[in-house]
C-alpha cells in the first residue's frame, strides 16, 4: 500500500513538472513564426504610416516579422473585428485608435468593445488638425469662420471616420456655422481630394497631415487641442484660436484579442515599449506630430484605463449626436 502511495506521489509530481515546464516552453516559443498587425484603414493614413514604423523595430525586438495587413472599411469596424474574432496565440493584433476602439459603435458591432480585447499599451497621443486646401481664403480658424458664416453650408468637410464626423459637428456647434460633409473611405483619399482643390476642409490626425502642411500643398488652421503639441508647437491650439472647448481626442494603442495569455501580452508590450524608446523611432513620430506616450501610459493596464476613460466620455456624445455608419 505504501508503495503504491509513494509511487503515486512520484507520478503526480513528474506530471506537475512536466505541466510548468510546458507553460514555461510556450512563453519561451512566442513567439515562432510572423505576427500579422492589422492596419483598419486603407493606405496612406496615419495608422497606416504609425503601425509600419511600429512593426519594423517591434520585429527586431520580437526576432521574428511584423506583417503589417491592412482590412479596411466601415470606419475600421471590419478590420478590428477581425482581431476580435482571432484565435487567442498573439499571431494576431491590431493598432487601434479612437474611431476603431471608441466611435466604431455606430456601426453596430458584433462584439463588445469593451470585453473582446486584451490591451497591449498606449503608443501615442495624436493632436487632431482642422487644415484646408491651399487655396482656400482663409489661413487661421477665425477667418474660417468668418468665411462660413458668410457661406453658410458651403465648406465641404471630407468625413472619412466618425472622428471627422464629430469633429465637424462640434465645430458647427460651437460656431454657429454649417459645413458640407462630403464621405470618403479613408485619410487617403480625402487627403488626395484636398490637395486637388476637390474639398475645402478635412479634420485628421497631425500624422497623415503634417508631411503636406510642411509640403506646402495644403494648410493646417488649427491643432483640436486646449493647448500647442510639443512635437508641432507652431500650430495653435483651440483655445488660442478662439473657439475654447473644439477638442478632439486622437490617439494609438495596440490591442491583442481576448483570452490572448498574460505572458504572451508582455513579450508583445517589451517589444512595443523597446521601439518607442529608440531615438530613430521618436524623431519619426515627432515629424509626423505624434507624442508618444509616456513610459506609464505604455503599460497594458494604463491603456485599459484609458480605453474605458475614452468610453465613458465619447459614447453619451456620439449617441446625443445620433451618429449612425454609412
Known amino acids: 500500500m505504501k508503495l503504491r502511495r509513494r509511487r503515486f506521489i512520484q507520478l503526480a509530481t513528474s506530471a506537475a513538472v512536466l505541466s510548468a515546464g510546458s507553460r514555461g ?13 492589422v492596419v483598419p484603414f486603407p493606405p496612406g493614413g496615419s495608422t497606416d ?3 509600419r514604423i511600429l512593426a519594423d ?15 479596411g472599411g ?3 469596424s471590419i478590420g478590428v473585428g477581425r482581431v476580435a474574432r482571432a484565435i487567442a ?10 474611431d476603431t476602439h471608441v466611435a466604431v459603435v455606430i456601426y453596430n458591432v458584433n462584439f463588445d468593445l469593451q470585453t473582446a480585447f486584451a490591451p497591449i499599451g498606449l503608443i501615442s497621443l495624436n493632436p487632431q488638425l482642422l487644415v484646408a486646401r491651399r487655396a482656400f481664403p ?10 462660413m458664416k458668410s457661406h453658410p453650408g458651403e465648406a465641404k468637410l471630407v468625413n472619412q471616420v466618425a472622428a471627422a464626423q464629430v469633429g465637424g459637428l462640434l465645430l458647427e456647434k460651437l460656431t454657429g456655422t454649417k459645413v458640407l460633409f462630403v464621405p ?8 488626395t481630394d484636398l490637395i486637388s482643390g476637390q474639398v475645402d476642409l478635412m479634420i485628421a490626425q497631425a500624422a497623415v497631415m503634417m508631411p503636406q502642411v510642411r509640403a506646402g500643398t495644403i494648410k493646417a488652421l488649427v491643432n483640436l487641442s486646449s493647448q500647442r503639441s510639443s512635437s508641432i508647437a507652431d500650430i495653435p ?8 472647448g473644439l477638442y478632439l481626442s486622437g490617439w494609438f494603442g495596440l490591442f491583442a484579442p481576448r483570452a490572448t495569455p498574460p505572458d504572451i501580452i508582455a513579450k508583445l508590450n517589451s517589444a512595443m515599449v523597446q521601439a518607442l524608446a529608440e531615438p530613430t523611432v521618436q524623431q519619426r513620430f515627432t515629424e509626423l506630430g505624434l507624442d508618444i506616450a509616456s513610459r506609464e501610459q505604455q503599460t497594458p493596464e494604463a491603456l485599459a484605463a484609458f480605453h474605458k476613460a475614452e468610453v465613458e466620455k465619447w459614447w453619451p456624445i456620439i449617441k446625443a449626436a445620433g451618429l449612425r455608419g454609412d
Not at 184 to 191: E, K, L, V
Open 25 to 37: 516552453s510556450r512563453a519561451q516559443a512566442y513567439p515562432s513564426r510572423s505576427i500579422t498587425l
Open 49 to 51: 504610416v504609425a503601425g
Open 57 to 71: 523595430r517591434m520585429a527586431a525586438a520580437l526576432g521574428q516579422p511584423v506583417i503589417i495587413e491592412k482590412v
Open 74 to 76: 466601415a470606419g475600421g
Open 89 to 98: 496565440d498573439g499571431y494576431t493584433i491590431d493598432i487601434g485608435q479612437w
Open 138 to 147: 482663409a489661413d487661421d480658424l477665425k477667418s474660417l469662420i468668418a468665411w
Open 184 to 191: 470618403y473611405r479613408g485619410a487617403g483619399p480625402g487627403m
Open 237 to 244: 491650439a483651440s483655445d488660442e484660436a478662439g473657439v475654447p
